[in-house]
């Protein structure tokens, strides 16, 4: 149980593109998901949070016009890097929690990641 | 505010050895701790998770790790390391302080297991 997929994995792609990649909860309905990036050999960085039906919540230094997310639906999120420069390649991983429950008690549960490469 | 502290960020066992992963934590009101798994190009896989009650958490392959309040330490364990356990690991706090509980993320050790 609890799975994340997320498509794609690998995108390569020109300057000035925009990438969209998705994130999706499979078995469980995902109240609220995360958006993390990751540069090679380093710890996750959380980018934004989204809770269904409303705003993201990005942290310090990202840029919300850069980096836009969607949480349409309880199963799914969307990351859209827009006008892509080569500073935005890099490890892409989403995550997703439970709704159900206490909080504090579910772990998230994360996809396989996005690797961004932009040329 | 809430942070993660691992000591050692490369970790080298012979197979069949001890394996110990540290983490230490702060946090202004009691935790929750986990432990995640990174193998390369993938996401992170969930260890094992501590909320509350019984301090010594049980795993997925093997893994344990103990809570210890008056250390702030929640270290990874596993008596016979195996080949396969070869991966990046994280450990992470989350409390009813952050928003949306949110992960807070140590740097990671990446283990190695030497045949």
């Known amino acids: 149980g609890a799975v994340v997929s997320q498509h794609p994995s690998r995108v390569i792609c020109k300057s000035g593109t925009s990438v969209k990649i998705e994130c999706r909860s499979l078995d469980f309905q995902a109240t609220t998901m995360f958006w993390y990036r990751q540069f090679p050999k380093q710890s996750l960085m959380l980018m934004a949070t989204?809770?269904?039906?409303?705003?993201?919540?990005?942290e310090q230094g990202v840029e919300k016009d850069k980096f836009l997310i969607n949480h349409a639906s309880l199963t799914l999120s969307t990351l859209t890097v827009t006008s892509a420069h080569p500073e935005d390649s890099s490890f892409y991983i989403c995550?997703?929690?439970?709704?159900?429950?206490?909080?504090?008690?579910?772990?998230?549960?994360f996809g396989d990641g996005t690797r961004l490469s932009i040329l | 505010a809430q942070s993660v502290t691992q000591l050692g960020s490369h970790v080298s066992v012979s197979e069949g050895a001890l394996v110990l992963l540290r983490c230490n934590y702060s946090s202004s009101v009691p935790p929750y701790l986990f432990w995640y798994v990174q193998y390369p190009n993938q996401g992170l896989q969930l260890l094992l998770k501590y909320t509350t009650g019984a301090t010594l958490v049980k795993g997925i392959n093997g893994f344990e790790a103990e809570f210890k309040k008056s250390e702030t330490s929640f270290h990874l364990t596993k008596p016979s390391a195996h080949m396969s356990d070869a991966a990046e690991y994280f450990c992470a706090v989350s409390n009813s302080g952050a928003g949306s509980y949110q992960l807070t993320f140590g740097k990671g050790t990446k283990l190695s297991v030497i045949p």
């Open positions: 995550s997703a929690r439970d709704g159900e429950g206490n909080l504090g008690n579910q772990p998230q549960h």
């Open positions: 989204s809770n269904e039906g409303s705003k993201a919540t990005y």
